[in-house]
């Protein structure tokens, strides 16, 4: 099993340009999640969804999209970066909620937002 | 609203000495706690975990936690360190009462000096 995948690792994009960050996973979890990490900061939850077709806000959603089409597939969209996005963003997954069951992250994707 | 509060962002030890970082959160209500590890460029892995029973959970990698429904903490110990220890460490609280979402302390770099 690959676990969780980020897709793409790094990115750099300038001002106004939109994006698309892919997770994947393949231990059929029900739920999955959105992170952004920034120093200082720990790790803030931006969207998350608890199945497929379902999503719901977390701490940071302004700015961010996110769609959950199949059930193994979570994306997150910038529809115009700011340089406040600039971070490092984690998806993670979980067979049921996260107060029973082990959530898993992705290795994380940098972006810069110029 | 839930917090959680790590004491120092970062904590050096020598090898073989005692590592202790602090955790504490706000909440009448104890919460289910966690503390994740997050190595140099990759995703957070769970070291442990709290919800109900034993107070002193014990995880991977020889770490342990206690929480203290009195002082409101869940700090997190190693007997003996080793270098490859060095990382990051993340607490978090999983609050009954705020939608299933983790809350994730600011995080502690720990450094392990030879």
């Known amino acids: 099993n690959a676990g969780v995948t980020q897709t793409p690792k790094f990115r750099v994009l300038k001002t106004g340009q939109s994006m698309t960050l892919l997770c994947a996973q393949d231990?059929?979890?029900?739920?999955m999640y959105w992170y952004r990490q920034d120093p200082g900061m720990g790790l803030r939850l931006i969207h998350y969804?608890?199945?497929?077709?379902?999503?719901a806000k977390g701490e940071v959603p302004d700015g961010y999209n996110v769609s959950r089409l199949k059930k193994q597939n979570f994306l997150l969209g910038l529809e115009s970066a700011a340089p406040s996005q600039t971070s490092v963003y984690f998806c993670?997954?979980?067979?049921?909620?996260?107060?029973?069951?082990?959530?898993?992250f992705g290795p994380g994707t940098r972006l810069t937002v110029l | 609203a839930q917090s959680v509060t790590q004491l120092g962002s970062h904590v050096s030890v020598s090898e073989g000495a005692l590592v202790l970082l602090r955790c504490n959160y706000s909440?009448?209500?104890?919460?289910?706690l966690f503390w994740y590890v997050q190595y140099p460029n990759q995703g957070l892995q769970l070291l442990l975990k709290?919800?109900?029973?034993?107070?002193l959970v014990k995880g991977i990698n020889g770490f342990e936690a206690e929480f203290k429904k009195s002082e409101t903490s869940f700090h997190l110990t190693k007997p003996s360190a080793h270098m490859s220890d060095a990382a990051e460490y993340f607490c978090?609280?999983?609050?009954?009462?705020?939608?299933?979402?983790?809350?994730f302390g600011q995080g502690t770099e720990l450094s392990v000096k030879p």
């Open positions: 709290y919800t109900t029973g034993a107070t």
């Open positions: 969804s608890v199945g497929e077709g379902t999503t």
């Open positions: 231990m059929n979890h029900e739920y």
């Open positions: 909440s009448s209500v104890p919460p289910y």
């Open positions: 993670a997954s979980s067979y049921w909620r996260v107060s029973t069951d082990t959530q898993y």
């Open positions: 978090a609280v999983w609050p009954y009462n705020q939608g299933g979402k983790l809350i």
